[in-house]
């Protein structure tokens, strides 16, 4: 009888111990965040360029409170986040995003517009809120970054 335990509690501590190496072994992507490259104008679209209108309530939150009239999405990008390591992801030629995960659900954001920091922000991050950053563009026009949690199905473009 003690041979039966014996082997059986060796059984369990060996499917135990592939289990716990199957975790640790897998590395994490880190948390997937979603950002918008997103424009601010008075004006009309411009002929010629691949904009979409900013609707729903993204385009209530941003009229609430800026000034614009009109928000254009340009470009939209998913990316994981391992914790510790930066991930820095362009959002256009001139737009680069530097995401640092701090701890799963905090993290530090640097926003760079034609290679200058305009912005530097530790901010947390959880699911149904966003985080809105961004800058001046020339003829009062802005840009903004709309960050938040990926939603599944958003594809990964770093």
Known sequence: MNTRLFLESLVGMAVLALAARGAVGAEPEGT???????????????????????????????????????YFEIERKAFATPVGKPTKVDMSKECRLEVLNVSGDEFEIQLFGKGVLVVKKRQRIVA???VVLGGDDKNDNAWFVVLGMAKPGDPARP
């Open 32 to 70: 997937r965040l979603a950002a918008q490259l997103l424009w601010g104008t008075n004006g009309e679209k411009p002929a010629g360029k691949e904009l979409k209108p900013v609707e729903g309530e993204l385009d209530r939150r941003l009229r609430r409170v800026f000034k614009w009239k009109s």
């Open 128 to 130: 149904g809120e966003t």
